[in-house]
């Protein structure tokens, strides 16, 4: 199993990215796929979650401002992340199979730096 993570950078507070994990080597149509992140001398959290027949759960430092998506076609999962703060500045990790969204599952992408400045 791989997944790769893209689309971290360096934004402004109030600005937007857009996350995307790419992953291969399972049927991604029947996995629970969540967005996790890990700042600096914190725990990692879960940020968002998605799961097979598509319900969403997230955080909720970040409801109303991220929204998870999948395209099964294309084997991805995306996170849209609006109106960034600087507490919002951590790596973030693309997840895979987890049984239910207050756990994680075993696979991890390599994790995308997402720096917010002020």
């Known amino acids: 199993v791989q997944l790769q993570a893209s689309g971290g950078g360096l934004v402004q507070a109030g600005e937007s990215l857009r996350l995307s994990c790419a992953a291969s080597?399972?049927?991604?149509?029947?996995?629970?796929m969540g967005w996790y992140r890990q700042a600096p001398g914190k725990e990692r959290e879960l940020v968002a979650f998605i799961s097979k027949v598509h319900s969403r759960n997230y955080a909720d430092s970040v409801k109303g401002r991220f929204t998870i998506s999948r395209d099964n076609a294309k084997n991805t999962v995306n996170l849209q992340m609006n109106s960034l703060k600087p507490e919002d500045t951590a790596v973030y990790y693309c997840?895979?199979?987890?049984?239910?969204?207050?756990?994680?599952?075993?696979?991890w992408g390599q994790g995308t730096q997402v720096t917010v400045s002020s």
């Open positions: 997840n895979a199979g987890a049984g239910v969204y207050s756990s994680s599952g075993p696979y």
């Open positions: 080597g399972i049927i991604f149509s029947i996995i629970n």
